[in-house]
């Protein structure tokens, strides 16, 4: 079946890489058309977009579900936030530490667990839960260890400020400086994830999610192929964090905990698992959506349940998301995705 | 007519397996189904149990259309099968797996077990015992006491000679044999092991590649091309 | 001397407490297989129609079975609307499930609003004081009603022809089919008991605990931990044994240090144990 569907796709551009593009120049457009809210809160949106890409690589590719996405966020948030705070009068820049551990520590922290869990083989639904159980330690840890983390207040972090030797000092403390720094991050996570994912690393993690007894007969080594990938979507979240702190100004349990992993699991399932592009987009989307909403009286309470029911509608009747739904509307539908699932 | 099937055809995935088989059986029929592997033998008891949905066809047991119904309404209505594997319950007793059979489908069913244990004795003497831990023999009689326990008008047998020792498998073909003669249970009996199935029934048909290419009485088969080329093997 | 009584029977007590949180969790994804992420919101459900109840004036006994019986029946129409359909594809229930807990969060929030509430302690009066230990009398009669409710299922499910057919059921599903039984129906049986379960721990513990939407969260993590590391399928010695490894050392740890660390610690050592023992520490295979 994948034989059949290779050469339609081996081209150097791909329609996913056009409504990429798409998605990008619209993103950089917006800043020059507008200002105010919109360019202050879509960096935020744009990090969670990176987030969700983080779920999706590891679901939509590889099968594997975690809900404890928000916990590697977390580490990165805390980290860019505690590194800041702490290393002062250092001849590099603080925030370029803070990025570096928070990116690391999410990556390294999914690596360790991976390699732990995947070592022995244990079944999906255990890595379900081991997850979920990482999210409420890490909650549970930033909620308790107050004197460090500042508790249920949340930890301020400052905005970062871009330095480049003695050459270049740019504050990212207006909007539009930050929103284009965050563009420049999310565009080449979004490339360079892309790229991994069509490559041979990519095409293993998918046999894998295919058939499991297979690849492990045919010579991988699928305990470890399942260890990185897990460890590229610590990494992913944890850059999606640390940059999420110090634009946001402050790292906060509420972005630890098991809840924020459920909403990273409903803009992936929306967006469509199999697509980074749609995960990040949707995660855009219900995340401003969520935050309009939200912000209405009359539908505020009512919000939460419609997500919960979409979210039902989706896993039952779209299993594509948003993403599937465009490629079946775009006719490639047919023959396209049906080995997807 | 205890069991007629027209004109079934069925198969997986868009994959024809079994083509256009049409049968009758007598009430107390033994017939032997004949064939070497991958010719449909287990997608035509599939298919009578109610595992598959025939593509075409219909089956009728005791004049009443059965076609659409599932597993276990056939079983209800006294289609009892014994599957290739036998399929007991190993975590179960052996006295639980027969109480399975008494009690998974309509509570009213009469109790057979004595009759099933007077047929396999070696049975009593382990009821206490885990299934599982019987010999492949042992589980090949559980599965068919099993089966009886059903209070069934067919049984299905599917392979039941298949990886048993050839003294036990005379004497399960016997113990078959002579629940069919007292009990006037009408059977089907899918097997590779000619002589066992000879030994039995006066009736066969042989399948190959999903249809019926040879029918009739132990001489009239045995003399059909089919069966020449598939002893020569 | 007096200490360790008192710890000893604190553990009893919690762990007892803990595997009747657990069981309708056991029930569901040790005879079903379905992994039930809903079963905190089937707890926290409970608690509030238990909650709700008493609020009308109904007597406590009633009040609780008539939780679980609602519960159940929430549980039996979520499985014949969307469960049912997704059994062998494990994923999907666990998103459905998932997808429940959220539903039934948000319609708790909007029904019974976000407010703490309290249950009175149905028995109230102070501790029994037995020299050595002051015996919680509330929580004693729960920690019985626990072992009751384990036994009674132990006895269906050991020496009953139902509890035949439901093991029967889970060793060979298709088998059990062919031999007549109504393998949809008695799925859904097994759903709705489960979930009535969930509802009738989600009352009895509703007096030990502020009734508020999440309250179930944190037992649902801890009751796959007990259901995990007692085994899959291991309903009642695994039950209880996970109860008491993970609500015994979560005591014990406690004793030494914040409750939050000990619960952390307990999470980890949990997660250890079902990466060397993934089948489960009582499970015999």
Redesign the interface.
């Known amino acids: 079946m994948t034989a059949e569907i290779q050469p339609a796709r081996r081209g150097v551009f791909r329609r996913e890489d056009v409504a990429a593009l798409a998605v990008f120049l619209l993103l950089a457009a917006i800043p020059l058309a507008t200002s105010g809210y919109v360019v202050y809160i879509l960096p935020q949106y744009m990090l969670l977009g990176v987030l969700a890409m983080s779920l999706a690589l590891l679901w939509g590719h590889g099968?594997i579900?975690s809900f404890g996405q928000a916990a590697f966020f977390a580490i990165g948030a805390y980290a860019m936030g505690l590194v800041m705070k702490h290393l002062t009068g250092m001849a590099i820049n603080s925030a370029y530490v803070g990025i570096l551990v928070g990116t690391v520590g999410g990556g390294v922290t999914a690596l360790l667990i991976g390699y732990?869990?995947f070592s022995?083989?244990?079944?999906?639904?255990?890595f379900?839960?081991?997850t979920?159980?990482l999210s409420?330690?890490v909650e549970?840890?930033v909620?308790?260890f107050s004197d460090i983390t500042g508790g249920w207040n949340g930890l301020y972090v400052d905005r970062m400020t871009v330095t480049l030797g003695s050459w270049l000092e740019l504050s990212l403390f207006d909007d539009a400086p930050i929103y284009y720094v965050v563009l420049a991050v999310v565009v080449p996570v979004y490339v360079i994830a892309t790229a991994l994912m069509r490559g041979r690393f990519g095409k293993i993690v998918v046999g894998i999610r295919e058939n499991e007894d297979r690849m492990t007969a045919l010579g991988f080594n699928v305990p470890m192929y399942k260890t990185l990938v897990f460890g590229l979507s610590g990494l992913l979240a944890g850059v999606a964090g640390s940059f999420y702190a110090t634009h946001a100004q402050f790292a906060h349990p509420v972005n630890a905990g098991?809840l924020f992993s459920?909403q990273v699991?409903i803009w992936v399932?929306i967006g469509g698992r199999h697509s980074l592009l749609g995960s990040f987009v949707g995660a855009i989307v219900v995340a401003s959506l969520s935050n309009y909403l939200s912000s209405i009286e009359e539908i505020q309470?009512?919000w939460?349940?419609v997500?919960?029911?979409i979210?039902?509608a989706v896993?039952?009747l779209f299993r594509g998301g948003l993403a599937g739904l465009v490629e079946k509307l775009a006719g490639k539908g047919a023959h396209g995705r049906a080995a997807g699932h | 007519m205890a069991l007629v099937i027209t004109d079934v055809s069925a198969g997986y995935g868009g994959v024809t397996v079994l083509r256009n088989v049409s049968l009758a059986l007598a009430e107390g029929e033994i017939l032997g189904v004949l064939g070497r592997n991958g010719m449909g033998k287990t997608t035509l008891i599939r298919c009578l149990?109610g595992?598959i949905e025939p593509t075409t066809g219909t089956i009728t047991l005791g004049g009443e259309n059965i076609t659409d119904l599932?597993?276990?309404e056939r079983?209800?209505r006294g289609v009892?099968?014994v599957?290739q594997g036998r399929?007991?319950?190993?975590?179960?007793s052996v006295r639980?797996?027969l109480?399975?059979?008494r009690?998974?489908?309509?509570s009213a069913r009469r109790d057979r077990t004595d009759e099933v244990l007077g047929y396999f004795p070696r049975l009593g003497e382990r009821l206490a015992q885990a299934a599982g831990t019987l010999s492949g023999g042992e589980q090949q009689m559980l599965a068919i006491g099993?089966?009886l326990m059903?209070d069934p008008k067919v049984m299905l047998l599917d392979e039941p000679s298949e990886g048993i020792m050839p003294v036990l498998v005379q004497q399960i073909a016997a113990i078959v044999t002579a629940i069919n003669r007292q009990a006037g249970l009408t059977i089907i009996i899918v097997e590779q092991n000619v002589p066992m199935v000879f030994g039995m029934t006066d009736r066969c048909i042989i399948l190959e590649k999903g249809r019926i290419v040879a029918q009739g009485s132990r001489d009239e088969v045995s003399r059909s091309e089919v069966m020449k080329e598939y002893l020569a093997i | 001397m007096e200490i360790l009584v008192s710890v000893l029977a604190d553990t009893v007590l919690i762990t007892l407490v803990l595997a009747f949180a657990a069981f309708g969790l056991a029930i569901i994804y040790g005879l079903t297989g379905v992994?039930n992420m809903g079963h905190g919101a089937m707890l926290t459900l409970g608690a509030y129609f238990t909650w709700w109840l008493l609020d009308q004036g109904v007597p406590f006994v009633p009040t609780v079975l008539l939780s679980a019986l609602a519960v159940g029946l929430v549980g039996l129409a979520f499985e014949h609307l969307?469960i049912r359909?997704f059994y062998g594809r494990?994923?999907?229930t666990?998103?459905?499930t998932?997808?429940f807990f959220?539903?039934t969060t948000?319609?708790i929030?909007?029904v019974f609003g976000t407010d703490f509430r309290n249950v009175a302690d149905p028995i109230g009066g102070d501790p029994v004081n037995l020299g050595i230990y002051q015996v919680p009398t509330y929580k004693t009669v729960v920690a019985l009603l626990a072992l009751a409710v384990v036994a009674g299922t132990a006895l269906v499910f050991f020496k009953t022809?139902l509890g035949?057919?439901v093991?029967?059921m889970t060793?060979?599903r298709?088998?059990?089919?062919?031999?007549?039984?109504?393998?949809a129906a008695m799925y859904k049986l097994v759903f709705g008991f489960g979930a009535a379960m969930a509802g009738l721990a989600g009352g009895v513990i509703a007096p030990m605990f502020a009734v508020q939407p999440y309250m179930g969260?944190?037992f649902?993590?801890r009751s796959?931990?007990v259901v995990?590391i007692g085994g899959i399928g291991q309903l009642l010695a695994g039950t209880l044994f996970g109860s008491f490894a993970i609500g015994g050392l979560e005591t014990v740890l406690a004793l030494f240090s914040?409750q939050?660390?000990a619960?952390?610690a307990v999470?980890?050592i949990?997660?250890i144990v079902?990466?060397?023992r993934?089948q489960g520490v009582f499970s015999g295979r």
């Open positions: 099968g579900v732990f869990l022995a083989g244990v079944r999906a639904a255990y379900v839960v081991a979920l159980a409420i330690v549970q840890t909620k308790s098991v459920t699991v399932a309470n009512y939460p349940l997500m919960g029911l979210f039902i896993i039952v | 149990a595992l599932a597993p276990h079983a209800r009892a099968t599957v399929g007991i319950f190993p975590r179960l639980e797996n109480t399975m059979g009690v998974a489908g309509a099993r089966a059903t | 992994i969307l359909h494990p994923f999907d666990l998103l459905l998932w997808a959220l539903v948000e319609v929030k909007i022809t035949v057919r093991r029967a060793q060979n298709e088998m059990a089919g062919l031999l007549g039984l109504n393998v969260d944190m649902l993590v796959f931990f995990t914040d939050v660390i619960q952390i999470f980890f949990a997660v079902l990466r060397f993934p």
